[in-house]
């Protein structure tokens, strides 16, 4: 199975800060790599498909990029609404499989 | 408005069964594969199983394998998960989810929660 790893696990940030997270796979994974944002209590949505391809409806700072075995999800500037957490999850093959999370709170 | 509602959770011993339910409305269901994807409380997400548009492919987590079944109606809009042999572990919000061409997962459902206690 492809163990995908996220760093870090959560992350304290302030409105207005660029905030990074990243996800590696434990092997390559081509570009078949999605990023999920989860609000407590709510479904996951998702915010980036094919490591880069921003989903429609999503606000434009929210950004995704990598190949391979590393990505990173990118906000340009947080807003008090994308306090959340976010799971990256691969597609490359069976078991999907889901990275650990990374909450991110309010500084 | 494309939309995912599960139904079927509920409390249940351990070893019992459970059927769960998603009905899907605002699109052609018969043309997408659909997946349930699980997250025990206060843990991560975790990818259950899939179905493929005409159930020809199939394929579970080996956490579930000979206790879980997936199967759908495309004639009733329907995806469901037979729950056998049920364990604490399994104890979860399960949602429905939608692949799309390029196998992401959209739309999600609001999830359905099943307990497993005695």
């Known amino acids: 199975d492809i163990q995908m790893t996220q760093s870090p696990s959560s992350l304290s940030a302030s409105v207005g800060d660029r905030v990074t997270i990243t996800c590696r796979a434990s092997?390559?994974?081509?570009?078949?790599l999605y990023w999920y944002q989860q609000k407590s209590g709510k479904a996951p949505k998702l915010l980036i498909y094919?490591?880069?391809s921003l989903q429609s409806g999503v606000p434009s700072r929210f950004s995704g990029s990598g190949s391979g075995t590393d990505f990173t999800l990118t906000i340009s500037s947080l807003q008090p609404e994308d306090f959340a957490t976010y799971y990256c999850?691969?597609?490359?093959?069976?078991?999907?499989?889901f990275g650990q999370g990374t909450k991110v709170e309010i500084k | 408005e494309v939309q995912l509602v599960e139904s079927g959770g509920g409390l249940v011993q351990p070893g019992g069964s459970l059927r769960l339910s998603c009905a899907a409305s605002?699109?052609?269901?018969?043309?997408?594969?659909m997946n349930w994807v699980r997250q025990a409380p206060g843990k991560g997400l975790e990818w259950v199983s899939y179905?493929?548009?005409?159930?020809?492919?199939?394929f579970y987590a080996d956490s579930v394998k000979g206790r879980f079944t997936i199967s759908r109606d495309n004639a009733e809009n329907s995806l469901y998960l037979q729950m056998n042999s049920l364990r604490d572990e399994d104890t979860a919000v399960y949602y429905c989810?939608?692949?799309?061409?390029?196998?992401?997962?959209?739309?999600w459902g609001q999830g359905t929660l099943v307990t497993v206690s005695s």
């Open positions: 989810a939608r692949a799309e061409s390029m196998r992401e997962l959209v739309p």
């Open positions: 179905i493929s548009e005409s159930s020809s492919t199939i």
């Open positions: 094919v490591a880069s």
């Open positions: 605002g699109f052609t269901f018969s043309i997408y594969s």
């Open positions: 999850q691969q597609s490359y093959s069976m078991p999907w499989t």
């Open positions: 092997q390559s994974i081509s570009s078949y």
